[in-house]
Structures are given as structure tokens and as C-alpha cells.
């Protein structure tokens, strides 16, 4: 990209030091101050342009605030709270320094309500499509992480909003549920927790492989999105098809081993393995069609 040393210069005018934030961005490292009872909880999240947006339909802040997100939303699944973040960018040869400055501007728009800074990356340009990927470090602030690990027989599953038919739109614009998280987490005893990324029936499947149980959903509490319906109008897929196998919804799912009177309750955990979905005609299999992500 022309004018690539300006990008990185102009990137340097938006630092700040902060609470956490000994120094941040322009040396070679940042360097954050870390509590000594936090533990550091570390992910990363990519996102390909033909594979999570479209740069023909989607603008480069939607895209920035997208990647950001993501990893927010795993912030959120394990309850804890996001910290800093640092970005690498593969730019199209014929960006321009406009369109580096809006990517930027989406993932600090994402990133400062939850007062997460952007301590560094690396940028280049390639004869390809845009890559973009994000590197999360939060911390677990007074609340033991919540894996997926622990779901037990009887435990209840819940959902925190209506799934299905995100590709109309929400897959873009979504918000992560940290607040959501850490209050439930507080408030209830949860057992495992993951965001809803890949679709409700493949992402509650990763909840049972890695807790060793089952889970029976019944169809008729699974909260349905206005989208999925409209979606369903478009190609007469049902719109609890697309609320069970969507992706992106980016709502929390969670087990909880006791009542729970802030989210919506969908189905039970299990004891042996294997999802099933409880309807009029009774028990079912549920496949984990989850998405392919795809737009
Ligand atoms: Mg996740």
C-alpha cells in the first residue's frame, strides 16, 4: 500500500497509555501491568474477506468492527474481560491509506466501550484479499473463566437472545455479550459456556464433546429471530431450521446447574452422548449442521 509508514505514523497518534497500559504501541513490544490474582486469558480470531464479509458490500469499519468483535464475543463466552488486543492486517496492493485508516477505526470502535486498547500488530500488503486478524488478551477480573468443560446431567441450557437468519445483517453488527457474561456468571451457578459462532446445534455439540454428556433441545423454546423468519420467506427453509443450524448469532450459550431467570431456557443436559431435539412427534436426532462460515 502507498503511504504505508503513514498508516503505521497515524496509528501511533491514536495510542494511549492507560490503567493497564504501561506503554503502548510504537516501540517494539507494549508493555501492560498485570495484576497478580488475574489470570491471563488469550485468544485469536481471523477473519477472510470471501469467507466472514464481502469488501465489495461491507465497509472497511464493519469489518474492522467485526474482527474485533469476534474475540470480544470469546471474551464473553468465558466471562472475562478483555484487556488489549493486537491486530495484523494483509492488505489488498490497491488500498489505500483511507480505507487502512477506516479498518482501523472499526476495530477501536469495537474495542474501546470495553475499554480494550489496541496495543500493536503489523501491517503489509499482498496481491490478494484482505486478511485481518485479532489477538486477545483479557483477564479473568474476580470471575473463574468458564470453560466448556463442566456441563453435567440436569444441568438446564439456556440461550441469552433469538437465533437465526445473522447472514441478513446481525452477523456484522453484532455486540458482544461481555456484560451479559459476567453478570450471569456472578449471579448463577454456570457450569460451561460458549458464544454462539458456528450455530447453536454444532457449538452445543462442542459443549457435550468436551463435558462428556448429551443435550436434549426442545424445539419449541428455542427463541426464533425475527431474521430467521424473513430469511425463511426467502428460501422456505423453516425458521427453526435456522435458529438451530445458523451461525453467527453471537448470543451466549451456557449450562447452569441451578434456576436461571435472565436468559431463555432451550433443553437439558444429558447423561450419555449425542444431541437430541424434542418435538410434537417426540425425540429426535439433532444434527450439527452448524454453518460452514460462508457469506
Ligand atoms: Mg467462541
Not at 236 to 265: K, M, N, V, W
Request: hydrophobic content about 40%; charged content about 20%.
Amino acid at each position: 500500500m502507498p503511504g504505508e509508514s503513514d498508516f503505521i505514523n497515524w496509528i501511533r497518534t491514536q495510542q494511549r497509555s492507560g490503567q493497564n497500559i504501561i506503554l503502548p504501541a510504537g516501540d517494539d513490544l507494549a508493555i501492560l501491568r498485570w495484576s497478580s490474582d488475574d489470570l491471563l486469558v488469550a485468544g485469536v480470531d481471523q477473519v477472510l474477506d470471501g469467507v466472514h464479509f464481502d469488501s465489495s458490500k461491507h465497509t472497511p469499519r464493519s469489518i474492522g468492527q467485526k474482527v474485533m468483535n469476534r474475540n470480544l464475543s470469546d471474551c464473553a463466552a468465558m466471562a472475562c474481560l478483555p484487556v488489549a488486543a493486537l491486530a495484523t492486517v494483509a492488505l489488498p496492493a490497491n488500498c489505500n491509506l483511507s480505507y487502512a485508516k477506516e479498518l482501523y477505526l472499526g476495530l477501536k470502535s469495537a474495542a474501546d466501550p470495553f475499554d480494550c486498547a489496541i496495543i500493536g500488530g503489523d501491517t503489509a500488503s499482498w496481491p490478494h484479499p484482505l486478511a485481518f486478524t485479532v489477538t486477545i488478551l483479557a483477564r479473568s477480573a474476580g470471575i473463574q473463566p468458564i470453560t466448556r468443560r463442566h456441563a453435567r446431567p440436569g444441568d438446564a441450557i439456556y440461550v441469552t437472545g433469538p437465533l437465526g437468519g445473522s447472514i441478513l445483517g446481525r452477523h456484522m453488527t453484532f455486540s458482544p455479550r461481555i456484560h451479559e457474561a459476567r453478570d450471569l456468571a456472578t449471579r448463577f451457578p454456570l457450569t460451561a459456556m460458549i458464544d454462539l459462532s458456528d450455530g447453536l446445534s454444532r457449538d452445543l455439540a462442542h459443549i457435550c464433546q468436551q463435558s462428556g454428556v448429551g443435550a436434549i433441545v426442545e424445539s419449541s423454546l428455542v427463541p426464533i429471530h425475527p431474521d430467521a423468519i424473513e430469511l425463511s420467506r426467502q428460501d422456505h427453509r423453516p425458521p427453526l431450521q435456522h435458529a438451530l443450524h445458523d451461525g453467527e448469532d453471537y448470543e451466549l450459550l451456557f449450562t447452569c446447574s441451578g434456576p436461571c431467570d435472565s436468559a431463555i431456557r432451550i433443553g437439558r443436559i444429558t447423561a450419555g452422548q449425542g444431541l437430541q431435539l424434542q418435538t410434537d412427534q417426540g425425540l429426535q436426532p439433532l444434527p450439527s449442521l452448524g454453518w460452514q462460515h460462508s457469506i
